[in-house]
Every structure is written in C-alpha cells, then in structure tokens.
C-alpha cells in the first residue's frame, strides 16, 4: 500500500552539462533503513537534498508515505556530512536548546540529555564548546541531536564517516533503537560494516544510475563461496588432478589449475567436497590446503560497479 513506502519516482538532476541523478527509482519501505552506497560523486547527497526538499529536481516526483512531504516537516531528523551545530555552544547547551525547541520538558530533557551523552561517550566533555572538538565527536553530536525526539524518518548523510570501529558499534546500535522505535532511515555511506550490520534494504548507485537495489539478504547472499581452492604438494600432478575432478564432476562445474594446484567455482551446483578429497587422496597425491572462498561485500559490490555482473 502507499501509505507503507516512500516512493521515489525518475528523479532526474542535471548540474550544468552533468547529469547527475539519471532516473532514480526506488520504494521504501516504512520503518526499514535504508542505504544508498556508491563512490564519492555517484550523486547520493544529490538524492538526500532532493528528498529534503533542500534542491528541486528537474523531474520526477517523491510521494513520502502518501500523505507529505518532507520540506519542512517536523517529523524528520537530518545529519550531513558538515554537521552543523552551535560552535559557540557546549555540548549540553546544544542539546538543552535543540530539545526546548522541540517542547522536551525540563525534567525529561536532563535526563535524556545526561543519557544520551553517557551512551556516546561524551558525558565528561559535556561542558566544553563544541567548536574545538573532533569531527568524530562533532559527528555523534549531531547524531544524538537529529534522533533525540521521536521522529518518523531519519536521514544521515555519511554518518560513519570520522568514526572510530567502538564508536561505530554506538551509531548501529542507535539507529537499530530508531528503527525498533517505529521510524525509518535513509542514509548513505561508503562503509559496508554499516550495510551490513544495520540496513534492510541497499542500493547502489554509480553515475546518477541505480546498479542494483534489493533486500541486504540478498547482497549478502552474493558473498557465499562459489570456489573451492585446493593446493597439492607435487606441481607436476596438477594437469592429473584436473582430469580426475573432471571425470566426476556434473555441469556448469569448472575446474582451473592454479599456481600450485586447482580451483573448482560453480554458478548453482555446490560439489560434494568429499568426493573431490577422496580421489585424489586415493590417487596417492597430497593435499597440502583446502579452502572455500568467501567473497567480501566490497568485492560483491565493486563486481557491481566494475560492470562485471
Ligand atoms: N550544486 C552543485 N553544482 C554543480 N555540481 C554539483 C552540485 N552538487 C553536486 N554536484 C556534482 O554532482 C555530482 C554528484 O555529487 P554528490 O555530492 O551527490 O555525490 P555523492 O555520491 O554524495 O559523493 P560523496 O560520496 O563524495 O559525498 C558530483 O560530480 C558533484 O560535483
């Protein structure tokens, strides 16, 4: 149903002569979080404004849960890449304004505000101005600030960017607790640990067109082996090898002999590992290693942009 998506409808932008968003197309879903991955200039933030409101596109229509749109709604929270927050300001003067501004009572307010800078490890830093902090710590900041109140939908720019792997388990646990609160996040990001562990849902985008978009499941399934990789200790029985594993392997396996041995990758039909150990050790020829090759999510992902699939 409509009221259950964000639709994003052919959005097109050009900056000059440079097309930069070429037709996106993309649903989603109400209370998932959703990221958009692509190398720098691929035209994330470009979509982001778009949805925001902030830039107008030059075709296209967006249709947020079928009743509103974004520009200037309340019911959203944003964080760029630059946060912005009130340099002059401390830590907590940030936050005690931000949550008067949203009508947090007083009493509330302390509590959440002392809560929230705990969480994140700031609680000690709480009196300093912010100007003189890091951007990592400028950037968990910004990220408390835009999801101190219950807002319906989230957007991050980049939000791992500057953060270290401990404060990083924090931004994924955070959004988690967002998303497990009812809301919806869409955010976009260079890191696969945050795909990973935190979206449902993944697009990719390269050149202002979508490569592929689908359920993170699905990406993840792309990382399981398709290669078996045995190593033998006499190189000159690896062409003896090849033959054996072709006499008792089905279709669509293919066998390629390797530096110092053999590679098996498959498309659909898993060999039986077993079988393959027990001829060539009834052959008398010695396995030194065995191993199945797992492809990382940068390597499913780059196989996406190099056109590769
Ligand atoms: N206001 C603008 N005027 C002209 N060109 C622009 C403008 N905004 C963005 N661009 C161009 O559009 C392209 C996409 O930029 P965008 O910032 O959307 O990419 P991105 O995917 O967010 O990149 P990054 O990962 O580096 O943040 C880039 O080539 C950029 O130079």
Do not use: C
Request: aromatic residues 6%; without cysteine; charged residues 25%.
């Amino acid at each position: 149903m409509k009221e259950d998506y964000m639709i994003i409808n052919d959005i097109k932008k050009t900056f000059g002569k440079k097309e930069v968003l070429k037709g996106i197309n993309l649903s989603i879903p109400r209370n998932s979080i959703y990221a958009l991955l692509g190398h720098n200039g691929s035209g994330k933030t470009t979509l982001i404004r778009i949805i925001l409101g902030l830039l107008n596109a030059d075709s296209g229509n967006i249709d947020v849960f079928n009743t509103k749109t974004l520009n200037n709604s309340p019911d959203i929270g944003v964080v760029f890449d630059q946060p912005s927050l009130f340099d002059g300001l401390s830590a907590i003067d940030n936050l005690k304004f931000f949550s008067e501004l949203n009508n947090i009572g007083k009493k509330e307010r302390r509590i959440l505000i002392e809560q929230e800078l705990s969480s994140a490890g700031l609680w000690d830093r709480r009196n300093e101005k912010v100007k003189n902090w890091s951007t990592g710590m400028r950037q968990r900041l910004a990220i408390i600030r835009a999801s101190l109140i219950n807002h319906e939908i989230l957007i991050l720019d980049e939000p791992s960017s500057g953060l270290d792997p401990e404060v990083l388990t924090w931004l994924h646990n955070r959004m988690l607790e967002f998303k497990n609160r009812g809301g919806t996040i869409i955010f976009t990001t260079h890191n696969f640990d945050d795909v990973e562990s935190v979206s449902d849902h993944v697009a990719i985008l390269q050149d202002g067109i979508i490569l592929w978009k689908g359920g993170t499941s699905e990406l993840l399934t792309e990382t399981q082996s398709k290669v078996y990789e045995i190593v033998i200790k006499e190189q000159n029985k690896i062409s003896q090898v090849v033959s054996l594993l072709e006499s008792i392997l089905v279709n669509g396996v293919k066998i390629i002999p390797i530096n110092n041995g053999v590679e098996i990758t498959w498309e659909i039909n898993k060999p039986e590992i077993n079988a393959v150990i027990d001829i060539i050790r009834k052959n008398n020829i010695e396995i030194m290693e065995f191993k199945e090759k797992k492809k990382s999510l940068r390597e499913v992902y780059l196989s996406f942009t190099r056109g590769e699939r």
